[in-house]
């Protein structure tokens, strides 16, 4: 390797952490924080999301258990 080559490569790990840094100072600048009604539209769709999984989740056991007993009593 020449001496031009290692120069660019220290060069590249240097300006790798500082064009990462410059870049997430960019993206925490351009973000806001949400309104009042921005805010209960995203808590009522996560509410909405814990129901249906905690509803599926009970249905597939109240399934399950009979037929673990079916299986395992015929055993």
Not at 13 to 25: D, Q, Y
Not at 35 to 48: N, P, R, T, W, Y
Not at 61 to 66: A, D, E, S
Request: glycine fraction near 8%; proline fraction near 4%.
């Amino acid at each position: 390797m020449s001496t031009s080559e290692i120069k660019d490569q220290a060069q590249e790990l240097i300006n790798a952490p500082k064009t990462f840094v410059k870049e997430g100072i960019q993206f925490i600048n351009r973000c806001k924080k949400p309104d009042q009604k921005e805010f209960l539209k995203i808590s009522q769709a996560v509410g909405m999301g814990f129901a249906a999984l905690g509803a599926l989740g009970y249905i597939v056991k109240l399934i399950h258990i009979p037929i673990n007993n079916i299986l395992v009593g015929a055993a």
